[in-house]
């Protein structure tokens, strides 16, 4: 790597003899955060059994990820934004490294210190798809050796190691569970799970330079999609007949340097990141024989980053510049099988429908027929940055603006082949086949400005306020291709027999599956009160985003579903935080509130002008409660979201649900004893919505889990 390469040769001239460990901050972490900032510390993400993204949910205000699916829809919302598919609107960073693929973003926490999350757009500090804010995640570094052991509801258990000497620690672990939700079709669970994770950092200081580095990877195999059908105003229990499972192994090594002169201060930070993914899924979700998926991924990327600040601190300018750059490629096999049922439902029935009884029918006699697809897709972006803070007694100023160019190239390779037979004129079946190839390509310039003051009447109390934009990303509709092929392939069949085949026109080409880039414009205004043992802040926002990205699902018996720029929409809200400490005593609270309504959307079927956002809900909340003495914790706390509408048209919409949870603690000498309960009340409530071939489906929630556990510090 470029930084790795610079950092020996600057270490080949430093002394011999080093200074104690040093941890290697990256320059990034310091820029100022003109907004709100929500901090979570590891004693509270382990009283709230948080070990994963999807527990951050409304303990940041306006944050919501719901936990459905599988590890590979990591789905992420905030004020009024955000998809099921492809780019996220908030940037995850681990020890300051950004994760790019989404698929990466639901990974077990692995020995968290802290949790910062950065309200608002983010774009001139951290560019694209960070519109909504930054989740950024601090590992800790260990001394000695620290081991727990847990075991819960449905089998669920948890082993983790953790440790450090000198300069180095790393971290284990490993987790189970049987899963929560049966398929009554099968008799057993379909979303059992097990994976585990490594983790090993290293730091070093010398006279002038700071060195660190940190290599996370992790390996899963587990099930999931429990998804029950809509019928009769009830969520039918989990029934499909095909596969569904989702194994993943990523690897993410970062090299960081810090460079200290006379003049200057450098910061140089790379990463290398690998994706590798296999999805199989019922996709008809019925104990019918219609059709299935199987999606096949293999990614990497190289990221770079630059950092360069003035080593003088000039009283009244504080000025940084920075340049980011990576370049991704990934490989990705999409093969859809159709099978019996499906060529029935799907095609003949469509097909035959169109034909007069007098002249025949058709006959597909294949027991199933592929519709292979397979791309190739390259992304890269190049980005030069940079921010001045101007302090001028009580105020101060900030000013940033960030040049940033994306682009992106896919490649695509579609075929179809099946046997068909005009009954009762031709005597055996004909072979039909369609092949399918091209590629596209997109990009453009993204200028991303951001102004911000802030008025700090005494030591405790801070007046904001801002505007910064924001984008996200576009991109390529790949689950879209195998309707475009089954519409290529029926309308050549009835050509062929010269009928006409009734069956809507999903997308008639591949130019039809891009999508354009996100952009938000931001103003937001806040005030903060940090005392000593009490900490309160507020914000206030109005957001306008253009090209906003949806996922919508075609009209019709269709099978895929596609991401689409909805014209536009607004959104305005508050957000509200509070954290109080005393005498072993806690508390926080937090609560969000969004309004986000298309201003301008009309899919080509109706006109969603004045709906709500789908997806995101209108509250958060947040509220906790606990105690720490000198052998013992206790803590317990609500979590509210909602109401959240499921459609374009708001015609389902999921009410505000509350749940409980509670954390209890034992401390002997070097042994710690918990115990652990999530949904206590075994609140039911559904956490996804989607249509699938005309139908709808719901996930619900999990039940009330509980969890025992023991926790040990060896050395």
Same mark, same amino acid.
């Given at each position: ?225 429990? *998804? ?9 229990? %989990? ?31 790379? /990463? ?108 890269? #972006? ?22 940033? *160019? ?16 005009? %009954? ?52 390529? #509709? ?12 029926? #309308? ?13 026109? %999903? ?86 509130? #969004? ?22 809900? /209108? ?53 710690? %004893? ?14 996804? *919505? ?26």
């Amino acid at each position: 790597m470029l930084t790795a390469l610079i950092a020996m040769m600057l270490l080949a001239g430093s002394p011999a003899d080093t200074l104690a460990p040093a941890i290697a901050v990256a320059g990034k972490t310091e820029m100022r955060v003109t907004g709100m900032v929500s901090g979570i510390k590891a004693d509270e993400l382990r009283q709230y059994g948080i070990n994963n993204p999807k527990g951050v949910a409304a303990i940041v205000p306006g944050l919501h990820l719901p936990d459905y699916g599988a590890s590979l829809t990591s789905s992420i919302y905030v004020r009024g934004l955000g998809s099921r598919m492809e780019n996220p609107v908030i940037g995850l960073y681990i020890d300051d490294f950004p994760v790019l693929d989404k698929n990466s973003y639901d990974l077990d926490y692995l020995d968290v210190e802290s949790i910062r999350f950065l309200h608002g757009p983010q774009g001139t500090a951290y560019g694209r798809n960070s519109l909504a804010g930054v989740l950024s995640i601090r590992t800790a570094a260990h001394k000695g050796l620290r081991a727990a052991l847990e075991y819960g509801s449905r089998h669920h258990a948890l082993a983790q190691v953790s440790g450090g000497y000198g300069n180095h620690s790393f971290s284990a672990a490993y987790r189970h569970s049987s899963g929560f939700f049966p398929n009554t079709h099968t008799g057993k669970m379909c979303d059992p799970y097990d994976g585990g994770q490594l983790r090993w950092r290293w730091e070093k200081a010398f006279d002038d330079l700071t060195l660190g580095n940190l290599l996370q990877a992790g390996v899963s195999s587990e099930g999931g999609f429990a *998804y029950g059908a809509w019928k009769d105003g009830e969520v039918q229990p %989990v029934n499909y007949n095909d596969e569904g499972s989702y194994r993943r192994i990523t690897v993410l090594e970062g090299f960081k340097a810090r460079l200290r002169k006379e003049n200057i201060v450098l910061d140089l930070m790379t /990463s290398a990141q690998i994706l590798a993914d296999d999805m199989r899924m019922d996709q008809d979700y019925s104990p019918q024989s219609v059709f299935t998926l199987q999606q096949r991924q293999l990614s990497g990327a190289q990221t770079f980053e630059a950092l360069l600040r003035p080593a003088r601190r000039f009283s009244h300018w504080k000025p940084v510049t920075g340049f980011f750059g990576f370049f991704k490629a990934c490989g990705m096999d999409a093969p859809v099988l159709f099978k019996r049922d499906g060529i029935e439902k799907l095609i003949l029935d469509n097909a035959n429908g169109g034909i007069p009884d007098d002249i025949g029918y058709l006959e597909i006699p294949d027991a199933s027929f592929p519709v292979d697809s397979r791309f190739s897709i390259l992304s890269w #972006n190049a980005a030069l940055y940079h921010e001045s803070v101007f302090p001028v007694g009580r105020w101060t100023f900030t000013a940033g603006l960030r040049i940033d *160019y994306e682009g992106a190239w896919m490649g695509y390779d579609c075929f179809a082949a099946l046997h068909y037979r005009m %009954v009762p004129f031709m005597a055996s079946p004909k072979p039909f086949e369609d092949t399918y190839t091209g590629d596209l390509f997109h990009g453009g310039l993204q200028i991303l400005p951001k102004l911000a003051v802030q008025f700090a009447p005494s030591g405790k109390w801070l007046l904001s306020a801002s505007v910064a934009k924001g984008y996200r990303a576009g991109g390529f #509709n790949t689950q879209i291709f195998s309707d475009i092929l089954q519409n290529r392939m029926m #309308n050549g069949l009835m050509a062929d027999l010269g009928v006409y085949f009734d069956r809507p026109t %999903v997308s008639a080409v591949a130019d039809n599956t891009e999508y354009q880039p996100e952009e938000l414009w931001n103003f937001e205004a806040g005030f903060g009160y940090h005392g000593e043992n009490f900490r309160a802040d507020a914000t206030a926002f109005y957001a306008n985003a253009v090209n906003q990205q949806i996922t919508v699902f075609p009209p019709g018996m269709t099978t895929g579903r596609m991401m689409t720029n909805a014209g536009r929409s607004r959104s305005y809200g508050v957000e509200l935080q509070a954290s109080y400490e005393n005498a072993g005593f806690m508390g926080r609270a937090s609560w969000g509130w #969004n309004d986000a309504r298309f201003t301008e959307f009309n899919d080509g079927q109706a006109d969603y002008s004045g709906n709500s956002i789908p997806y995101s809900p /209108s509250h958060t909340l947040f509220v906790s409660a606990g105690y720490s003495g000198n052998r013992f914790e206790v803590e317990a706390h609500v979590r509210g979201i909602g109401p959240i509408a499921w459609n374009e048209a708001n015609t389902l919409e999921e009410p505000f649900y509350v749940t409980l949870g509670a954390d209890a603690r034992v401390r002997f000498g070097r042994f710690q %004893v918990y115990l652990r309960g999530e949904n206590l009340t075994g609140t039911r409530f559904r956490t996804f *919505y989607f249509k699938s071939m005309g139908n709808e489906f719901f996930q619900v929630s999990k039940p009330a889990v509980f969890t025992l556990g023991v926790q040990v510090s060896i050395l």
